[in-house]
Nanobody, 121 residues
Framework: QVQVVESGGGLVQPGGSLRLSCVAS????????MGWYRQGPGKERDLVAH???????VYADSVKGRFTISRDNAKNTAYLQMNRLNPDDTAVYYC???????????????WGQGTQVTVSS
């Protein structure tokens, strides 16, 4: 079984920063892409940032220049550095891991439980 665990969320004032972490563990054999999604109150879950195994990344327009996604392949970990946060960034942030689990030969999609980020004064 593959586990995905996010951490680093919390309450921050507008203009502040947070760094989220996502660790994949358990029966994960190899990881292809990792991504961060978010779901605000009454909204759909949307892509925030995505990073391939080679480090190439994609960002939502709303976070370009403020958020940076990175990963440590040796640790099966992805990070999301969030700067200049504003109230519109308030959401539950979810990590998505696309990878192969031991005993399988298909690319699975694994999700964490999410971490709450609240931007408020």
């Amino acid at each position: 079984q593959v586990q995905v665990v996010e951490s680093g969320g919390g309450l921050v004032q507008p203009g502040g920063s947070l760094r989220l972490s996502c660790v994949a563990s358990g029966s994960i054999r190899s990881i292809d892409a990792m991504g961060w999604y978010r779901q605000g109150p009454g909204k759909e879950r949307d892509l925030v940032a995505h990073i391939a195994r080679d480090g190439s990344s994609v960002y939502a327009d709303s976070v370009k220049g403020r958020f940076t996604i990175s990963r440590d392949n040796a640790k099966n970990t992805a990070y999301l550095q969030m700067n200049r946060l504003n109230p519109d960034d308030t959401a539950v942030y979810y990590c998505n891991v696309n990878g192969f689990a031991y005993g399988t030969n298909y690319l699975g999609a694994y999700w964490g439980q999410g971490t709450q980020v609240t931007v408020s004064s």
